[in-house]
């Protein structure tokens, strides 16, 4: 349960965020060059620039690999650590009964879990956004 839900939530999410994440991606590019060679100005300019080169799939280059890196991400994030509190410790009793120290440890190797595995399709989500434009 909380694996999909976890999952669904990110993925969903995602519709929303994604194309300022994109455009944040292209401009912190962007930014590195001199003032003269940049291409954009400004978010709003990166992207009605991508929408008119790329249309509006432009600005969703890399989603479904985003899709499928954050429902990785955030499945293994909320599902493995209500998933691993039961396996580690067991009935909710048992759970509360557990110190700080052990849930704060548990909790980060829950998230650090997560963003390994995530990470290759974030890599290659990155490149496809570099692709637009």
């Not at 509190?85 to 509360?96: A, H, L, M, S, T």
């Not at 052990?102 to 890599?123: C, G, I, K, N």
């Amino acid at each position: 349960g909380s694996l999909l839900s976890g999952g669904c939530a990110g993925a969903f999410s995602l519709i929303f965020v994604y194309p300022l994440d994109f455009a944040r991606t292209r401009m912190g590019v962007d930014i590195g060059k001199s003032v003269g060679d940049r291409k954009f100005s400004g978010i709003l300019d990166c992207v009605r620039k991508i929408y008119e080169s790329d249309g509006f799939q432009g600005l969703y280059r890399g989603f479904n690999i985003s899709v499928a890196g954050i429902f990785v991400y955030r499945a293994f994030y909320f599902g493995g650590y209500d998933a691993g509190k039961y396996f580690i410790w067991g009935e909710e009793e048992n759970q509360k009964k557990a110190s700080f120290l052990a849930r704060f440890l548990f909790a980060q190797m829950v998230t650090s879990s997560s963003e390994t595995l995530a990470y290759p399709l974030d890599t290659v989500r990155r490149r496809l956004m570099m692709q637009s434009g």
